[in-house]
């Protein structure tokens, strides 16, 4: 089993910064792919940011040059730093990991999400 705790979401105000934190563990092991994604109330859930086989790290147009993607590799840890909020960055975000190999697809993993508002 894979275990992702997320943690940093809460209420800022217009313009200011938050960064979210996404600590993993169990059995992790040859991961595809992994990143952010959001949900607004009655809104399909929309990557934020993410990584895939290495590649560059992908945002969305709508915060591209706002949020910022790394990772701590020695803690098992992901994070998301997130500048210059807007209102319509509200959301839960939710951390994902993508397990695969050259020939099985071993499934995503969420973790349980974390509250995100913007005040204007």
């Known amino acids: 089993h894979v275990q992702l705790v997320e943690s940093g979401g809460g209420l800022v105000q217009l313009g200011g910064s938050l960064r979210l934190s996404c600590a993993a563990s169990?059995?992790?092991?040859?991961?595809?792919?992994m990143g952010w994604y959001r949900q607004a109330p009655g809104k399909q859930r929309e990557l934020v940011a993410g990584i895939t086989s290495g590649g560059p790290t992908n945002y969305a147009d709508s915060v591209k040059g706002r949020f910022i993607f790394s990772r701590d590799n020695a803690k098992n840890t992901v994070y998301l730093q997130m500048n210059t909020l807007k209102p319509e960055d509200t959301a839960v975000y939710y951390c994902n990991v993508a397990l695969r190999t050259a020939t099985m697809n071993y499934g995503d993993y969420w973790g349980q999400g974390t509250q995100v508002t913007v005040s204007s």
């Open positions: 169990g059995r992790i092991f040859s991961i595809y792919g």
